[in-house]
């Protein structure tokens, strides 16, 4: 029977049936992603408790594979359902409402949102984007936070703060037993005491009326050799001491062995340049919400990024990045940022702000003779690596759009000169086809010019421990002049230039040959074959040539990193499995530290 309907209803029909094919495919996808993704998490527990300490880092990093994977299956899927429509802006604004009227009660609309983004990144490549066809910027797409009870437990403190702590431990379920639960949770009852004492004077008399409760997460969070209870003790007033309770699996049993109180201290443990954690919950949204007010101080992203949704953490980071940019006074430009400019990387920022972007440049100074692939590919080895709080994260931008306005004429022409390839300029917007995000830090070298002689000793001691924990993870960074290290604002030493950082087992670490010879040890050309992979730590000590003090301090405490002995002893670690114990807390906050009798550490 023919056809007698009008092209033109016709035509508006089959893209209708076209667009809502469109979305529940990726609805669909987006649906099997959140599954293989929790299914990774879910077996978090069991491995912390068998001590599968490189299951853990490989289950981490084949979570990470699975967003990706899912968008490409998804994008392949949703061009043989398109067709020749799959360009089609039209189509995929259709596509885009019923998808959101699929998701409008979903649990985890946001981040369902930011997956229809991704596959229509993925399909339209570089290809100019309008924000209609994504859910971004407006205040619809912004879930406001949510009550978080389903979440949570409370134990009250009315049979005593002891009791409740000790109930607070025993409502865990392990398949390990303590191997001295009453003398942990004596430490712990008694460390908690102490830091409301000093941070919550209200939860501390309440402590002591027995007048109030200790809140708690029902999921733990795990994270390389360690699992984390969090929570709160909450006044009948409504004050509050957030707390994170540190849980070892050690050969002798499961041991409670620090715990962090208050915000700051928090705020180690989720910091920036730590791997993320894996949270048993159907509800990652909620989670941040209830996350966020335990740690007021932590954006969002910051939140979603540590747990492990690193695709949604972009999307809050770009809103917050808008937000920011119209909050701030039109004076506040993009420069240059503070340090010695990068052979591969032009660098600016904001004064203002707490944040780099860092793109990769169009050439390469000499010596450097990497291409663009070979640094991307270095940044994304650390992405995937156990980045040990030494390593800072970054998330990683496509054709990410700036306020022209912001930018001097004197920086836009040499960003032309830089990384001409790598920018658009489209009426009002500076768009990078390529950057890189990252958290802002002191240079190490520029802050040796500004600290006393008491933080150049310490940040010098922590630059060693820093070399020697990525040593212990099996990373090398290559270029350590201290230019490519941060100081963070707890006096932690990080490292952030990728462009040589490879892993420590692929280095070939050497001791100089000696010559029999005066005339060879003094030519300029060398008197010995040298491989590409081969490493001279004896060397190293030109990373300090230019401040006599701080090598002083350096080589008195970590003197053996100019061995040879010393990296090969590390190489030998990490071919028998061996893990390093790097704890995301001060030593000082550990209960072996801590006697009853000592004073509460406030540092």
């Not at 066809?133 to 005593?160: C, N, W």
């Not at 800072?392 to 496509?398: A, G, I, K, P, S």
């Not at 401040?547 to 002083?552: G, I, K, R, S």
Request: neutral net charge; contains cysteine; aromatic residues 14%.
């Amino acid at each position: 029977m023919p056809n007698l309907q009008p092209a033109s209803s016709y035509n508006c029909a089959l893209e209708h049936v076209i667009a809502t094919k469109l979305a529940r495919a990726v609805f669909a996808g987006f649906e099997a992603m959140f599954a293989e993704f929790l299914n990774i998490t879910l077996g978090a527990q069991s491995r912390f408790e068998q001590r599968q300490w490189l299951d853990v880092q490989a289950a981490m990093r084949a979570r990470l594979q699975v967003y990706e994977r899912q968008v490409a299956n998804v994008s392949d899927t949703v061009k043989l359902i398109a067709y020749n429509e799959y360009d089609n802006a039209a189509i995929w604004q259709q596509a885009k409402n019923v998808y959101a009227a699929m998701v409008s009660n979903h649990e985890n609309q946001p981040i369902a949102h930011t997956f229809f983004n991704s596959i229509f990144g993925a399909i339209w490549h570089d290809k100019k984007i309008r924000t209609v066809h994504l859910f971004v910027l407006k205040a619809k797409y912004r879930t406001a936070p949510r009550p978080f009870d389903s979440l949570v437990r409370r134990i009250s403190l009315q049979s005593g703060f002891a009791e409740a702590v000790k109930q607070l431990i025993l409502a865990q379920s392990f398949r390990v037993k303590f191997s001295n639960f009453e003398h942990d949770v004596t430490q712990l009852q008694h460390t908690l005491t102490m830091g409301a004492k000093h941070q919550c004077r209200q939860v501390y008399e309440l402590i002591n009326l027995n007048n109030g409760y200790i809140e708690y997460a029902n999921s733990l969070f795990f994270r390389n050799k360690a699992c984390y209870l969090i929570g709160r003790c909450i006044a009948k007033n409504g004050d509050n001491m957030p707390f994170a309770i540190a849980i070892l699996n050690t050969e002798d049993g499961l041991k409670l062995d620090a715990v962090m109180m208050g915000a700051d201290q928090l705020s180690l443990l989720f910091g920036f340049a730590r791997t993320y954690f894996m949270v048993d919950t159907d509800q990652p949204a909620r989670y941040v919400d209830y996350l966020s007010v335990l740690l007021p101080h932590k954006q969002r992203f910051e939140l979603f990024n540590a747990i492990g949704f690193i695709k949604h953490a972009k999307t809050e980071f770009y809103r917050y990045k808008v937000d920011t940019t119209k909050n701030s006074p039109k004076s506040d430009k993009y420069i240059s940022a503070p340090g010695t400019p990068g052979m591969v990387m032009l660098v600016f920022t904001t004064l203002g702000s707490e944040y780099v972007y860092k793109v990769i440049k169009d050439k390469f100074n000499a010596p450097k003779t990497a291409t663009k692939a070979q640094v991307m590919a270095k940044y994304d080895f650390v992405k995937q690596a156990d980045r040990v709080g030494r390593l800072v994260d970054t998330h990683e931008f496509r054709y990410l759009a700036f306020d022209l306005s912001r930018f001097s004429d004197e920086l836009l022409s040499h960003m032309h000169q830089m990384i001409g390839s790598s920018m658009v300029i489209s009426e009002k917007a500076l768009i990078l086809k390529h950057v890189y995000v990252e958290r802002k830090m002191t240079p190490l070298n520029l802050y040796l010019n500004q600290c006393d002689d008491t933080e150049l000793t310490k940040v010098m001691i922590d630059y060693g421990k820093a070399i020697k924990d990525l040593a212990g993870a099996n990373i090398f960074p290559g270029d350590m002049l201290m230019k490519n290290f941060g100081v963070t604002r707890w006096g932690r030493v990080v490292f952030y230039d990728y462009d040589e950082i490879c892993p420590l087992t692929e280095c070939n670490f050497r001791d100089i040959p000696k010559s029999d010879s005066q005339h060879d040890e003094l030519s300029a050309h060398s008197y010995f074959d040298i491989a590409d992979n081969d490493v001279f730590p004896s060397q190293f000590n030109i990373f300090f040539s230019a401040n006599d003090t701080a090598f002083a301090v350096f080589k008195q405490h970590h003197s053996d990193i100019f061995s040879a002995s010393f990296w090969q002893q590390c190489q030998a670690n990490i071919t028998a499995g061996h893990i390093y114990d790097v704890y995301p807390y001060k030593t000082s906050w550990r209960f072996k530290s801590i006697h009853p009798n000592q004073k509460y550490d406030r540092d």
